[in-house]
């Protein structure tokens, strides 16, 4: 999965540095280089922040590529990766704890 490469994708496409990003999800460009190389999964309030500074959903960072060698199973843990994240992230909208 490609999540760094489609959130350095989005930055770029909005002409935003990625220092001016990292300072605005408090973390430092290194760790955001990490995160777009995929060297660094980014945490779930990571990955919230950026969507919100870039104004768009979560669920962009987990688009695939499509090919012709594309592979359910991939497709299926990546199902179950956005609806964990899903969960999470409604329990942090309620300040819960799931």
Known sequence: ???GKNIKFYRNKLHISQKDLAYKIG?????????ENNNEE????????ISEVLNIPVTYFF???KSENSNYPE????E????KLAITLSCEAVNSKC
């Open 1 to 3: 999965m490609n999540i």
């Open 63 to 65: 688009i695939e590529e």
């Open 27 to 35: 973390v430092l460009p290194k760790q955001l280089s990490f995160i």
């Open 80 to 83: 179950k990766r956005l609806k």
């Open 42 to 49: 980014p945490s779930i309030t990571q990955l919230k922040k």
């Open 75 to 78: 497709l299926h843990s990546i």
